[in-house]
């Protein structure tokens, strides 16, 4: 009983993280979509002039993390709202499993994958910072850990119930 409690705690914590990531990512395309109507727009994250979310979110890096063509490129924050509401719906709306929870695994690590890359275009070719972005990097990472803690959980949780 007590490993139950802890799994849903668990997705509890995840929920909250993806949450906070889905928010995180809506004011980033909001304000993608602000400057592009209002060049002249400053974001509440546009804090001096190296740290300037506005400068990092509008590069060419922005959409299609910059490796897609023109043509295809969705808005980086539209990747993350596909995202986030994948992972919601594995943890929300599917019984707790070990394939759905090496799939969430597999998301976390891909969406880790992507915060190394555009923590390394922010920092060395961009070269401003994102207080938006660093703080998505985290929640990214937050995700990846609480989805192995989740899953093994899981995996005790069905050993002791083969067990009996």
């Known amino acids: 009983m007590e490993l139950q409690r802890k799994l849903h705690r668990t997705d509890r914590i995840l929920m909250v993280i993806i949450a906070v990531g889905f928010l995180l990512n809506t004011y980033a395309f909001y304000v993608e979509l602000k400057h592009e109507y209002d060049p ?4 509440l994250c546009d804090v ?45 709306a599917i019984k707790p499993n070990i394939i759905v929870c090496k799939s969430i695994i597999f998301l976390a690590i891909l969406s880790n994958l992507a915060t190394i890359y555009l923590s390394i275009l922010m920092i060395y070719i961009i070269q401003y910072f994102c207080l938006i972005c660093i703080i998505s990097y985290i929640v990214n990472f937050l995700l990846l850990i ?14 002791k119930s083969k067990l009996r």
């Open 40 to 43: 002249s727009y400053q974001a």
């Open 48 to 92: 001096n002039s190296v740290i300037s979310c506005t400068k990092v979110i509008t590069t060419k890096w922005g959409k299609g993390f910059g490796i897609l063509p023109e043509s295809v490129a969705f808005r980086n924050p539209i990747f993350g709202f596909v995202f986030y509401t994948l992972m919601l719906l594995m943890i929300m």
């Open 146 to 159: 609480y989805s192995i803690v989740r899953y093994q959980l899981l995996k005790q949780l069905k050993s």
